[in-house]
């Protein structure tokens, strides 16, 4: 019999739930939209329906666990959702306890950047690496960091939130409140509204084409670079450079093997990487200049696949009795 | 017999040894200017002079090997000093196994700023914390990261090369080239230069009458201040600012549960916590806002006492038959 874990995947829109084996197949899937005004009660009974559906469609696995991907800030250790900004009534729900008891199973509990971060160094794009920061720049900026072999945690996990490094003292105020943090300046949203900037309705410009005449998104800014439009090259110019700033940030603080970018703006990378390799050169310290940077490999699944290989991780660890805690 | 370590603490401009036991007392200790000019084989003879120093001081130690503090960049698990700035001749100097061959016992290196680190956690400020940064703020910005029980060492252990990051897109070029390294801002090399910027030889000033009429220094504007001098008042509150941002940064990338804060510019702290804090609770995120900021403890000692603590850790290590790897 096969062994395998359930893989969770809470959004805040979408609730996704996977049967998925050691090699990182997925045996079953099944998604429905989370019910994120309905508080715990009713999204743990989503759990429970999503689950039972993947079992049916996969019933010869043995699965010997849960793993847990949830938006943040949340407690990997004591498996608790500190408080989820897009799920209604999820202040210090003990995720971890109320999983474990309803599936008899142990449930592992991480948040959702750094299961995609897990996700894509298991299975993805920095398989075979011992250090990875995992990037993904879509409406904000937000990651998970690998570091000599292991999720890096710091204190409640709250470590990695690298959307909020501050990289100048210009530009418009993140949502977070302060001004030059990376996400504020190199986010999607922020090369759309760029974008919506630049143009105005009606002014024949191809931004505002591609926007039908609405607000000029990140990816309408790159599917215009892409036509060769010259004020949307500007723009993805610029994005460039911003990205690489925060970049050599990275590579300087963390020294990872691989930079690996996801979400959507990645899909721009192929248009950007001149400029981004540019602002390497010129910033990063002579040692990190050579670190590849690669599109991630798992698309919307990294999540998912993370969460199941937290359980793997965990069965094996527990077989070679725990860390050591050297230096 | 009591079990000790050999300390070594190879600085650009002094060379330190010490034997060293398993809870941090110095049994001995030796000292003499590096002959930095003399290339490896010199200073190589000058680390077997001073072990034979030590051990003679206190002979009945029973020595169970060496740790090495040395500048960076080096390769801690290779064992080799990849290129140390000050210090002629150092480009991919095997000490590791120089000094084993030498001792016939096991060898551990560490950069600087790393063991550092480590002498504080294990036995300064940082002590029984599972997650800290080391901050040192003199000539330059170095520190070294502990995160979840580890020293953070990334590809080639070049990670926590935290003067270098990129926090403003303003000021004067740091030294490796690039404009807003938190370095070239927040330094104390950056104080006193703003220091000399805002005065001038002869005009009466505090700052100067402290300077002797030459540059200012980082030292002085601290001293000027705590004399209640209102252009270093300003000066020093300019400084806390900087230095508060980056602490912002590296509470949201690496989730400390405490900051340690050691170098020249410490000794400020008293008079900077305010803005500091301020700093903090405008731009850290409610979570990162409560971590204590606290003055290293160890002074000079740290990296002789981390030196020392990673023969202890690994001997440990090897008792409990290394790292699982796990997630």
Redesign the interface.
């Known amino acids: 019999m096969r062994e395998a874990a359930f893989a969770i995947d809470l959004g805040g829109t979408e609730l996704r739930a996977a049967l998925i084996d050691r090699a990182g197949d997925i045996l079953a899937c099944a998604t429905m939209p989370t019910d994120a005004k309905g508080g715990p009660a009713s999204v743990m009974a989503q759990i429970a329906m999503l689950t039972r559906d993947v079992r049916d469609q996969a019933p010869d696995a043995a699965v010997i666990g849960l793993g847990v991907g949830a938006p943040g800030?949340l407690d990997p250790v004591a498996g608790i959702v500190?408080a989820a900004p897009t799920l209604t009534g999820w202040r210090n729900v003990p995720i971890g306890a109320l999983l474990s008891a309803q599936f008899g199973l142990p449930v592992h509990l991480e948040n959702d950047a750094n299961a995609a971060a897990?996700g894509e160094w298991r299975f993805g794009a920095g398989r075979g690496a011992?250090?990875i920061v995992f990037v993904t720049v879509s409406t904000g900026i937000g990651g998970g960091v690998i570091?000599?072999?292991?999720?890096?945690?710091?204190?409640?996990?709250?470590?990695?939130?690298?959307g909020?490094?501050?990289?100048?003292?210009?530009g418009e105020p993140c949502f977070?409140?302060?001004i030059?943090c990376w996400e504020a300046l190199a986010s999607g949203s922020a090369l759309g509204r760029r974008g919506t900037c630049m143009t105005r309705a009606g002014d024949g410009s191809i931004l505002r084409a591609l926007s039908a005449n609405g607000a000029v998104s990140g990816r309408h800014v790159i599917e215009a670079a892409r036509m060769g439009d010259a004020q949307a090259r500007a723009l993805v110019a610029e994005e460039a450079r911003w990205l690489g700033?925060g970049f050599?940030?990275l590579l300087?603080?963390?020294?990872?093997?691989r930079l690996i970018l996801g979400g959507g703006i990645a899909n721009g990378l192929d248009l950007m990487r001149p400029v981004i390799a540019e602002t390497i050169a010129?910033?990063a310290?002579p040692?990190?200049r050579d670190?590849p940077l690669v599109v991630a490999a798992l698309g919307g699944q990294a999540g998912l696949m993370g969460a199941a290989?937290?359980v793997f991780?965990?069965s094996?660890?527990a077989h070679?009795?725990?860390?050591?805690?050297?230096?």
């Open positions: 800030p500190i897990i011992r250090s570091a000599d072999g292991r999720i890096l945690h710091g204190r409640q996990g709250l470590a990695a939130e690298i909020h490094m501050t990289i100048a003292q210009e977070c409140g302060t030059g700033i050599v940030n300087h603080l963390y020294s990872p093997e010129a910033r310290m040692p990190y670190v290989s937290l991780s965990a094996a660890a070679d009795e725990g860390d050591t805690g050297g230096v």
